[in-house]
């Protein structure tokens, strides 16, 4: 359900590292659980730079609407554009086909980011 | 959710894998593991099976309660013939609505109102005091009777081998009573989806064996248990209302665009004389249907509308693949074919008027 390899948001966006400075952003298990089917994905354009924390997109499924937010800051390389057809993705493979945006890191990783056990203490509080 | 209600089918769901949310007081499943998609589409091209036991039945019975029904509620209950059902409310003086309910005619002296869960207690507290000069009882049955829906065009092929009565000998909005394998029930073909299907009445502890059955007997078939999420983009695609969005206490049957529910011509109502005078001038807005032109937007309950009004429903429409929703606007941008723009997180998004429903089955 999580990965080692990545980094966790409190937010339930997650980071995958690429090891060349840029890695991949979108939203964890937990995260596309509670949405429900998504149907939707606003992102912005190549090019943006946002730091850790500010808003990156919003994801809408048939039930609701969520914002997602940068994981540590940097700047927006590309976007996924398979979801524009493909937003199922987004559930059915949270980690693989359904990443948002590549970035380029800037400067050191969020301190704010957490590993599995940590993410994992966060959403067992969250779900009692 | 420790002070949520809970209805005979609870632990059948939490088994199933449900994600429970709290709907008016009560905790109910949004969805099952197969997501609202899967749920709605099943009910669109197959047969789903809702929990519905949080609904309130209210029997109203007496040798007045014709006459009672007829002025407490707006359609014609004289009308109306023996096992049929319509749509009605209970509405103020002001014509705006206590609640929708569906009422169920069994005679002249007996009725079945089939209240929503949130209202039922409000409901039976109106009911009850403005019954004190009739001669009729007023019963309350909620908690001693379980509901289930089983919807979609596959309703009549799952429920008939299970069922004593000949369900296609039951009209749209008609009703009959039987046993369901020996377990005694009533059995109305009505629903909240915009398909055919069958609302079935059970003794609350019957219940969890009628739901068993059915989603045994519906297997083959390809039946889904069905939550409320695929509930409601099911009811706004067909357009019907749901209490505290396209219907409440400010708004009116007129403003609603339920005239289909008003008799103005069977005497006198309640809130009969403020929607008259309202239908002589007009409403000042009305709701409408919309589609909004952008793929990306989506509108969501309460949203404003620029030209003024709100959304008061507003999903992606997994049938027709676009994002629709319901809203009281002012009635110069009513017409079929008006632009209006729905603000959503600060953004003007347009939108188009268009014809409702926004789906109706094949008949």
Redesign the interface.
């Known amino acids: 359900m999580y990965p080692a390899e990545l980094k966790y948001t409190k937010n339930h966006e997650y980071l995958r590292p690429l090891g060349d400075g840029t890695a991949l952003v979108g939203i964890t298990h937990y995260a596309q659980e509670a949405l429900?089917?998504v149907?939707?994905v606003?992102l912005p354009e190549p090019g943006t730079r946002l730091e850790a924390g500010e808003e990156l997109g919003?994801v809408?499924?048939?039930?609701?609407?969520s914002e997602i937010y940068m994981p540590s800051a940097g700047e927006v390389l590309e976007v996924n554009g398979e979801l524009e057809a493909h937003p199922e993705y987004v559930?059915e493979d949270p980690y693989g086909l359904g990443w948002m945006v590549k970035l380029r890191l800037e400067g050191d990783l969020s301190p704010e980011l957490l590993d599995v056990p940590g993410y994992e203490a966060l959403i067992t509080s969250e779900s009692r | 959710m420790s002070d949520l209600k809970r209805t005979p089918l609870f632990d059948a769901h939490v088994a199933l894998g449900a994600?429970m949310v709290d709907f008016g007081g009560w905790e109910m499943p949004?969805?099952y593991p197969t997501?609202?998609?899967a749920e709605?589409h099943a009910v669109r091209k197959a047969v789903g099976l809702f929990d519905v036991s949080h609904m309130g039945e209210i029997r109203v019975r007496g040798p007045q309660a014709l006459p009672f029904l007829d002025w407490l509620t707006p359609n014609g209950v004289a009308a109306l013939r023996p096992g049929r059902i319509h749509l009605t409310g209970l509405l103020t003086e002001q014509g705006t609505f206590v609640d929708d309910l569906l009422l169920h005619k069994l005679s002249d002296q007996e009725f079945l109102l089939v209240v929503n869960a949130s209202n039922a207690a409000k409901d039976l507290v109106w009911v009850r005091e403005r019954a004190a000069k009739w001669e009729v009882e007023i019963l309350d049955e909620s908690v001693a009777t379980g509901q289930v829906a089983l919807q979609g065009p596959l309703s009549l092929d799952v429920l008939q081998p299970l069922v004593d009565i000949d369900l296609a000998g039951i009209p749209y909005y008609g009703f009959a009573s039987g046993g369901f394998r020996g377990v005694p029930v009533l059995i109305a073909r009505t629903g909240y989806t915009g398909e055919d299907g069958f609302e079935v009445y059970c003794p609350a502890g019957r219940t969890p064996w009628v739901w068993e059955t059915l989603l045994e007997a519906g297997r083959p078939q390809g039946l889904l248990p069905t939550g409320l999420?695929c509930r409601n983009?099911l009811r706004l695609e067909a357009k019907m209302a749901l209490y505290g969005h396209e219907i409440d206490d400010g708004i009116t049957a007129l403003e609603a665009d339920l005239s289909r529910i008003l008799r103005f011509g069977k005497g006198d109502f309640l809130g009969r004389e403020a929607l008259a005078a309202q239908r002589e001038h007009g409403p000042d807005r009305v709701l409408v249907g919309f589609r909004m032109l952008a793929?990306?937007d989506?509108a969501?309950d309460h949203m404003p509308v620029l030209e003024g009004g709100h959304v008061t429903s507003g999903?992606?429409s997994?049938t027709l693949g676009c994002n629709i929703g319901l809203a009281l606007v002012p009635v110069a941008h009513a017409g079929l074919g008006s632009r209006i723009q729905v603000e959503i997180?600060g953004r003007a998004c347009p939108a188009e008027v268009i014809p409702t429903p926004f789906y109706a089955r094949s008949r």
């Open positions: 429900g089917d149907v939707f606003s919003t809408e499924s048939v039930k609701t609407v559930n | 994600r949004l969805q997501g609202i998609l709605h999420g983009t793929k990306g989506i969501r999903a992606p997994p997180r």
